[in-house]
């Protein structure tokens, strides 16, 4: 049987060893953390929810993979409510993001004051009004007693909602005396402490008789731990082999690959590669001004902007998809600025960076790539995932002839 | 002498007398200009019981003097060619210290001198240059120049580098120069002025016969508002954009012509050395490294500039010259995290054929009266270190013009913060915040703080940190906006510092545009396209000098910002 190696462990790491194991390859995957994975917060896009074109479903193997996940839910018309003051779309999301558009028509969907960095009720209340009215809903913010020990003003949301998993009953009473404080509500808005390995979304909201749920929030959030519960549950079950570590060298060797680690020393070797890295928000490709370390005058080698994050050989990155990065005419790299910041039709080179890969998700012999490694591509979760499909396709196709 | 041939095309003095009866108009002054010449008028005019008006087209200090190197320096650089602009620097840098000691932190310098012939033979002439300068060093509490062998140098700052002869050390003095001008005008505001921030003056109307300066006509930029204000006098201190403003009045743009000389700097994300450090580039100019607040700042570049003033952007181009001629020096700075660039326009004294760096740094006060508009002035020229000193000169034109009698105080009387000295720690205990946020929060604002604290124990949402980077609380940004004139975030990164650390704003923008947004009653939708503009204008200044940390932050931020705002401004029909 032949063996892919896939490196990386996020949507598209994951889904390429779901897809694969089902197109019956032998997988290990060799990953060191979620990446941007873990910005999506639960929220689940194929184009990205705030530019312009026309909607998209996934392919049937990237539904049965969300299915199979166990953590995205399916639903149509999903509006979700962002700290920044949106309510916005969704293909699917985390159960335990609240749905704002499953409201009963005038329902009262109250946010309780929690002292903590980055929850602010009363703000978030009054960006929320607006959005919330075209719906037909209200918002309103309400004193609320969910921190039970003085730490919990500053640990991390997920480390709070692994706290709020272990002791829901007292959660349970304290968001029942917020509720009862007042008129009664549809709904209550929470940050994403609502559980890691499980939902206190459901058991919650029957108790309260009202849909209690989260906001999406990015950097920090729950997302991360979330996920790579998810993702583990998963591969665990398929008894897809994972192996968590820093690839330090990828090494071809014959017809196939060498990933290794130096401490300790580690090595997977496997007929197939296929990188699911991420991007530059994730570490997978970095960009790299020739000029940071350079001598006197000069860089010290001529080397475009871009590279791996782990460094592989004959790698062709690109900054904008359309094209190679070369050398260029400048030794001092590419001029980023020209494209610094996203507009509504064109995302900016730092979204879009990553491995040169036109035409097909191959790049090389017996090399694939997925997800935001390679160049032009993604930045949703459900992009990563049908581009994960599509490499997994062409592995199979080549491993098994 | 030296200015003779400057003074046929701008004379000092007016041809005829001009003596406008005060209270018969709307106010005595019009100043155009929220720069550090601009309300330091303003202040001082009012000091002196002048009615006065400013207008400040987008916000204070939003060109030259909050993108200066941040120094009240002592004009080292002018001290062979203009002596009296050293004097004067020291002397007013001595003044400031007096009126805003909150504002002032000491910048030793360091300068190496590299191990060439001809570094060798000028080493007793730099000695000798820096002898006379510790002349003018007592007026500033500045202490004298050092000689240092390279030894001495390396153990001071280790991460000096080069074959070196020696150098030596000399002392200068740090400024906000945002603080400065918020400072002063807060000032002349408390005292009785209008101060009117993104309100652009379109038009100054002039009498047809006597050409006699009668009022301004002004637009706010924000709401479209428009008035008219009848006044006598009208001060230009556009800096950069004075010709521009001359225009205003029907006069020819050249009656009041700069040179106008970009000028950048680079942003480094801690203090990466305990000196500044003197160095050279490719081109022989003199730039330095300096730890600036708590940050290191490399500056600067000195170029003709033509572009839009409204937009001032470094290139990539100027960061690498800089960081080129720094790094023969100092190299850590190759592989420091540059987390922003300051881009801003000199208002120099025009002169054609000097090269920028040669262009004499002396301001003249222009009497519009030589050119058929009395009661019209412009301030050309100057430094952020002599501002109060020019502002003096043109106010004692103004109280000859007026018949005031009255003396200037500018350089006695406190400004704004300096009023008392603050027990930091005592203020760290009973708010019970961030010993940090408590030594930030009192830089910025001296005894101001004690409102903004008072107001954190009434309301202890206040105490909440906004901005984790500089750090910033919430009281300080409401502060900002209800009485300090910021108008959006950029008004509140100007004042605070809020955002430009090296997060790029990625923890701050999204909460602290709600909290200006409640505060200045923009709508939702408004909050978040002001939340991407500022985001966005912020990454344009961090572009130019990506290296890999910032680039994978601010890929980051995209990605956040994607996730909780989405696109902040409309496609393209």
Redesign the interface.
């Known amino acids: 049987m032949s063996h892919l190696l896939i490196l990386g462990a996020g949507a598209a790491g994951t889904a390429a060893a779901y897809h694969a194991h089902a197109r019956g390859l032998r997988v290990t995957v060799v990953h060191a953390a979620p990446g941007?994975t873990a910005?999506?917060?639960g929220?689940f896009d194929i184009r990205?929810?705030?530019?312009?074109g026309p909607a998209r479903a996934l392919s049937e193997s990237g539904q049965a993979f969300l299915e199979r996940l166990g953590y995205w839910r399916s639903a149509t018309n999903l509006r979700l409510a962002?700290?920044?003051?949106?309510l916005?779309p969704a293909y699917a999301c985390d159960p335990r993001l609240l749905n704002w558009s499953a409201m009963p028509q005038g329902a009262l969907i109250v946010v309780p004051r929690v002292n903590r960095?980055?929850w602010?009720a009363?703000?978030?209340c009054?960006?929320?009004?607006?959005?919330a009215a075209a719906l037909g809903l209200r918002v309103e913010a309400r004193d609320a007693n969910l921190l039970l020990k003085s730490d919990e003003v500053s640990i991390t949301d997920s480390e709070l909602a692994a706290r709020w998993e272990a002791n829901p009953d007292w959660v349970g009473a304290q968001l029942h005396a917020c509720l009862s404080s007042g008129a009664s509500a549809g709904g209550l808005l929470l940050g994403p402490w609502l559980g890691l390995q499980r939902s206190l979304a459901p058991e919650l909201s029957a108790g309260l008789g009202c849909s209690v749920g989260e906001v999406?929030?990015?950097?920090g959030s729950s997302a991360g731990p979330r996920f790579e519960a998810a993702r583990d549950q998963l591969l665990g079950s398929l008894g897809i082999a994972t192996d968590v570590g820093w690839v330090d060298a990828v090494v071809r060797e014959g017809n196939g690959w060498v990933l290794r680690t130096e401490s300790p020393h580690r090595e997977w070797r496997g007929d197939g590669l296929l990188l699911a890295c991420g991007?530059?928000?994730s570490?997978g490709v970095?960009?790299?001004?020739p000029?940071?370390?350079?001598g006197?005058?000069l860089p010290p080698t001529l080397e475009p902007s871009l590279r791996m994050g782990i460094a592989i050989e004959g790698m062709t990155m690109s900054l904008d998809g359309d094209r190679p990065l070369d050398l260029g005419g400048s030794i001092?790299g590419a001029?980023?600025?020209r494209h610094?910041?996203?507009?509504?039709?064109a995302p900016?080179l730092?979204?879009t960076a990553g491995v040169w890969a036109p035409n097909s998700p191959s790049c090389g012999e017996h090399l694939w790539v997925a997800g935001d490694a390679r160049a032009g591509r993604a930045?949703t979760t459900g992009e990563a995932v049908e581009s994960a499909i599509a490499a997994v396709e062409l592995a199979a196709r080549a491993l098994t002839q | 002498m030296r200015h003779e041939w400057y003074k046929r095309f701008m004379p000092g003095t007016p041809r005829s007398p001009f003596s406008p009866q005060r209270g018969s108009q709307d106010v005595d002054v019009v100043v155009i200009g929220g720069g550090v010449n601009g309300v330091g008028v303003a202040r001082d005019a009012t000091l002196r019981g002048l009615k006065v008006a400013l207008f400040e087209r987008n916000d204070l200090a939003f060109g030259a003097s909050g993108n200066s190197s941040g120094m009240i320096h002592g004009g080292v650089r002018y001290l062979s060619s203009d002596p009296e602009v050293t004097e004067a620097s020291c002397r007013d840098s001595g003044h400031i210290q007096q009126i805003a000691p909150h504002l002032l932190f000491r910048i030793p310098f360091l300068m190496p001198l590299e191990n060439t012939p001809r570094q060798k033979a000028l080493f007793p002439l730099v000695d000798a240059f820096f002898t006379a300068y510790d002349d003018y060093q007592p007026l500033k509490r500045g202490k004298p120049h050092t000689r240092l062998t390279p030894e001495e140098l390396r153990a001071l700052e280790p991460g000096i580098s080069g074959d070196l002869i020696g150098g030596i050390s000399f002392d200068e003095w740090g400024i906000d120069g945002a603080r400065l001008c918020v400072a002063n005008a807060i000032d002349a505001k408390e005292r009785g002025a209008t101060i009117r921030v993104g309100t652009t003056v379109d038009r100054i109307e002039r009498d047809t016969h006597s050409g006699q300066v009668a009022a301004v006509r002004y637009t706010d930029r924000r709401t479209g508002e428009r008035g008219r204000l009848t006044t006598s006098v009208v001060v230009n201190a556009t800096g950069a954009w004075s010709p521009l403003t001359t225009s205003m009045s029907g006069l020819p743009p050249e009656r009041s012509r700069v040179r106008p000389g970009k000028g950048i700097h680079l942003v480094y994300d801690r203090r990466l050395s305990n000196y500044a450090i003197a160095g050279k580039t490719?081109d022989g100019r003199a730039i330095f490294i300096e730890p600036w607040q708590n940050m290191s700042v490399v500056g600067t570049t000195d170029d003709d500039y033509y572009g839009d003033l409204d937009n001032v952007r470094a290139?990539?181009e100027e960061v690498?010259y800089l960081?080129?001629g720094i790094?023969?020096v100092f190299p850590a700075v190759?592989?420091a995290r540059l987390i922003g660039t300051w881009a801003g326009v000199r208002p120099t004294l025009y002169a054609f054929g000097p090269n920028e760096d040669a262009l004499s740094r002396d301001h003249r006060v222009v009497d519009h009266a030589n050119h058929g508009a009395p009661g019209m002035y412009s301030m050309i020229g100057g430094k952020l270190a002599s501002y109060r000193l020019f502002s003096e000169e043109m106010v004692d034109v103004l109280s000859g013009v007026f018949k005031l009698g009255t003396r200037c105080q500018s350089h006695q009387l406190k400004l704004p913060g300096a009023e008392a000295d603050v027990n930091e720690s005592a203020l760290r205990e009973s708010l019970g915040i961030d010993a940090m946020a408590v030594r930030r929060l009192t830089y910025r604002h001296g005894a101001r703080s004690l409102p903004i604290a008072d107001a954190m124990q009434s309301d202890p949402?206040g105490k909440?940190?906004v901005c984790?980077c500089e750090p910033v609380t919430e009281a300080e940004i409401r502060h900002s906006v209800r009485h300090e004139l910021a108008q959006d975030l950029h008004g509140v990164a100007r004042r605070t510092r809020l955002g430009l650390g090296p997060c790029g704003g990625?923890?701050c923008a999204?909460?602290a545009g709600?909290?200006v947004?409640?505060e200045l009653g923009w709508?939702?939708?408004q909050?978040?396209q002001e939340?991407g503009s500022f985001?966005?204008k912020l990454?344009?200044t961090?572009?130019?000098?990506?290296?890999?940390a910032q680039?994978?932050q601010?890929?980051?931020l995209?990605?956040?910002?994607?996730?909780?705002?989405?696109?902040t401004?409309?496609?393209?029909a």
């Open positions: 941007s910005l999506s917060s929220a990205p929810w705030d530019s312009p962002t700290l920044g003051g949106r916005r960095p980055n602010d009363d703000l978030l009054r960006a929320l009004a607006e959005p999406v929030c990015t950097i991007g530059i928000a570490g970095v960009f790299h001004r000029d940071t370390n350079a006197e005058d001092h001029d980023i600025e610094a910041w996203p507009q509504p039709y900016a730092l979204q930045r | 490719i290139t990539s690498r960081e080129q790094a023969r190759r592989s949402r909440r940190i984790p990625m923890r999204i909460r709600q909290i947004g409640e709508s939702p939708k909050t978040i939340t985001l966005e990454a344009q961090r572009a130019v000098g990506l290296g890999p680039a994978h601010d890929a980051l995209m990605a956040h910002v994607q996730s909780q705002l989405g696109h401004k409309e496609p393209p």
